[in-house]
Structures are given as C-alpha cells and as structure tokens.
C-alpha cells in the first residue's frame, strides 16, 4: 500500500510540476501584463488610452503563446515549442476568447506529436536531407494542428474554459471560496503548491482580472501570513534548532517570497496542518470580505510583490488578510506546540523522522531502476533541484557553495527545475525529500542526496567531508 501511494504521488507531482512548468517561466510577462493594466487602463493609477491598447493583445495572443511554446519547448526543445505556438494559434484565433486552457493542452499535444514523428523519421533520413525534412515537417504539422485547433478543438476548449470560469464565480458569489484552502494548504506541503499556484489559480486568476481589474485567486496560495504563523510559534514556542533557524527562515518567507521554507516545519509536527488550514480560510475569508485582490499574479509569494500588485482599491483587504491568516495560524499553532510534551526541538532528529516515515527519504540513494549510481569520486558537478528551479533550491545552492570555498573545494553548484535534469550527467543531486523520486526519473545514474530543509541540514557536512576524501 505505501508503494502506491508513494507511486500515486509522485504521478500527483508530476502532472502538477507539468502544469505549473508552463507558466511558471512566463511569470514576469505576467506580472508586466498586471503592471500595464493597473497602470494604464481608464481605472488604473496613471490612465493612458494608447498604452491600454497593449493590455487586450497581451492576454489573447502574447500570454497563451507563451504558455503554449514553453510547454512545447519542455517535452521536445525548440521544434516543439514552434510548432506547439502554430498549433496554439489556431485553438485562439478559432474561438477569440482568452485560451490559457487550450494552451496548457494544445501546446504539450502538439510537441509530443512532433517528438513522436522525428522519433519515427529523423533516423531514415537521408544524409543532406535533414535540414529540409525537419523544417517541412515542422511546418505541415503546425498548419494541420492549426486548423484543427481552429474547428475542432478550440470551440470544445472553450466550452470547457466557460464552464470552469462559471464554476469558479458561482463559488466566489456564494462566497465558499475560503474553502478552498482545506485542500490547498496540505497539498502545498506535498510540494505542490507552484503546481496549483501557476498551474491552476493563475489563468484562471488572469481570466478574471482581465474582466473585474482584480481577483482574490492569485491570493488563495500565496498568502504569506500562514507560513509567517508557523515560524512565529516556531521563534516561541519551539525547542532546539527548530527554534533558532525559525526567525531566519520567517524573514526569508515573508520577505523573501520562498515559501517552501516553512514546509519542513510542518512535517516536523504534522498536526500543525489543522493551524495552516484554519489560517489560509481565515485569511481568504478577510480577503473576500473587503472584496480585494490583486491584478496580477505575485510570484515569489513576498508581502513586498503582494502589495505592488495590489489593486487600487485593496490595499485594506489585501493587508487584514494577510494579517489575520498569521494571527490565526499563530495562535493555533502555539496551542499545538505548547501541548506537544514528547517535542525535542532537535531539527535534526526531526527531519531523522521524517525521513524514515518516507520511502524515498534516506540521504543518499541508488535508484530503484537497474542504472547503477556514480560514486563520490566521480562527482563533477553539484545540482540543487525543486519543483520551479528558482527560490529554496538557489538558497541551498549558495550555502552549500559557501561551504565548498571554506574547504577548499573546486566544484561547481547550481541550482535548476527537476524537469530540467540530464541524465547520464555525473552529478551530486541535492532535493527535498518529497522531490527525490522525481529526480531519480531524470538522472537515474547520479548520487542522489535528500535533505528536509535546504537552508538547514546536516547532510552538507556530510557531503563536504565525502567529496574531500
């Protein structure tokens, strides 16, 4: 039963690391979408009739092309990002409403096509002949998705974008919207909340923005004050290690946008879900109350990008619920650690639980595929990886490099997106424990290392003391 369950979640993972990897990288067109429009438009800070007119284009064409040939690009490079943006076109132009949807399932439907034929093709070709093989291709295949984008799939898009667009308004009018963090408050400690902050909230965020000025989905996982919660109990009533690196990684969060953070603070005492699910709907409840929202998605999820895309006329709102989800979170939380007697406070020790409670969490593994793993000698590279590649993988990153100039160490560190692992690459992969699997897909052959928290983890010692001998 735990192999499945394991199985099933990483599949969970996956599909939502799939969706959150089409938008996530298109992030700041987003938010200059979101800059523009609360600038310009009749409503906006500073109207400007010429300078709107970028804000209809931008939604309809720029944003789902994008969307459509960053998805392309991630199953099959740049051919499939191409002939993904073709294809795309035509599900748009077929229907003129606003097409995130048929983006996110057009643009991987058209590059896995093309992946499927070049598979099929490119060993038969004859030598001289690849280069007009490859374009021609490319271009029928973008022309017949086009059109059938254009008749076929785009009305069905539509008529399924309609509906889910219906749905989530008939929620925010019946104001059950705050219910919706029960289930994202847990998944978003699976490591899954990119998945569902840009996979999911922010087109059909963007959709309504484009139609209110504003929306109260870009808020519903971003919302600081419930991580901001649990480190603040964490700073008082915590023990240990757990209580010394909680102000830190609070600031980190709240300031900084890297959410992630908090999330180890949370498998550490499982119980404390009950204090961030009662602080996300506390908090969007406040948001829904004063009507607020932002205009664009923020990301990172930092109080200082909240309030720069914060709508003109909700601030107030934006502010109560922010603080109320870390009052709420905090008081809760406290009660829950202050009862916990059998709490040592030893980080260590806890991310030790956790790990043993999951199957893949015990340091250094040799995948479960028949790759044998590199050894520490042959290690040429070190590679932070998390779900977007950006944020608690790149602090990790510069701690570990910091240890690696004091030991003298020559090696490079990086940090990159589980999507964007080579295997066969002679690596040290560094992840979170709940990421490990994922990785293990990529890069069977590299020396796979899982650690609970990248900003706080004795594994580094580990692996410095390793790569030295």
């Not at 603040?232 to 690196?245: E, H, L, P, R, T």
């Amino acid at each position: 039963m735990s192999n499945k369950n394991n199985s099933l979640k990483v599949f969970v993972q996956k599909i939502g690391t799939a969706l959150s990897g089409m938008v996530m990288p298109n992030i700041g067109a987003f938010i200059a979408w979101g800059l523009i429009t609360a600038l310009f438009i009749k409503t906006g800070w500073v109207p400007n009739e010429n300078l709107a007119k970028l804000v209809e284009p931008m939604i309809i064409y720029l944003l789902p092309l994008l969307i459509a040939y960053t998805a392309g690009y991630n199953i099959h490079k740049q051919r499939g990002g191409v002939v993904a943006a073709i294809s795309t076109m035509g599900v748009i132009v077929g229907t003129g409403s606003v097409m995130f949807l048929g983006a996110m399932l057009m643009g991987p439907l058209a590059a896995w096509l093309m992946k499927k034929f070049d598979d099929a093709v490119q060993p038969k070709i004859k030598t001289g002949f690849e280069m007009l093989v490859n374009n021609f291709s490319a271009g029928f295949l973008g022309f017949f998705l086009s059109i059938a984008g254009y008749y076929a799939i785009g009305p069905v898009v539509k008529v399924l974008n309609d509906t889910l667009a219906a749905g989530v308004n008939a929620i925010v009018n019946a104001h059950l919207i705050p219910l919706a963090n029960i289930f994202i408050e847990p998944a978003k400690i699976l490591f899954l909340n990119n998945a569902i902050n840009h996979g999911i909230l922010t087109p059909l965020g963007t959709q309504a923005s484009k139609e209110t000025g504003k929306s109260i989905l870009f808020l519903l996982e971003a919302n600081p004050g419930v991580g901001l919660g649990i480190l603040a109990a964490y700073v008082i009533f915590g023990k240990g290690a757990a209580k010394s690196s909680a102000f830190g990684a609070g600031i980190i969060h709240f300031f900084g946008g890297i959410h992630e953070i908090y999330f180890p603070y949370i498998l550490m005492k499982p119980a404390l879900i009950i204090a961030a699910i009662c602080g996300g709907v506390s908090g969007t409840a406040t948001i829904q109350f004063f009507n607020a929202g932002l205009k664009a998605p923020a990301s990172p999820g930092s109080i200082i990008a909240i309030l720069g895309l914060t709508a003109q006329d909700s601030y107030i709102g934006v502010i109560a619920g922010v603080t109320v989800a870390a009052v709420v979170t905090f008081i809760i939380a406290s009660i829950i650690l202050r009862r916990d007697t059998n709490m040592t406070g030893d980080l260590a020790a806890a991310q030790a639980q956790v790990a043993g409670m999951k199957a893949e969490s015990k340091g250094q593994e040799v995948s479960s595929s028949n790759a044998q793993s590199i050894s520490y000698d042959q290690v040429e590279k070190v590679i932070f990886a998390c779900d977007a590649g950006m944020g608690s993988s790149a602090m990790g990153a510069s701690i570990l490099r910091d240890k690696f100039k004091k030991a003298g160490l020559d090696l490079p560190v990086t940090n990159m997106a589980i999507r964007n692992l080579q295997d066969g690459e002679k690596a040290l992969i560094i992840t979170q424990n709940e990421l490990t699997a994922r990785a293990k897909g990529m890069n069977s052959s590299a020396l796979h290392v899982s650690v609970d928290n990248f900003l706080s983890s004795p594994r580094y010692d580990e692996v410095v003391e390793q790569l030295k001998k």
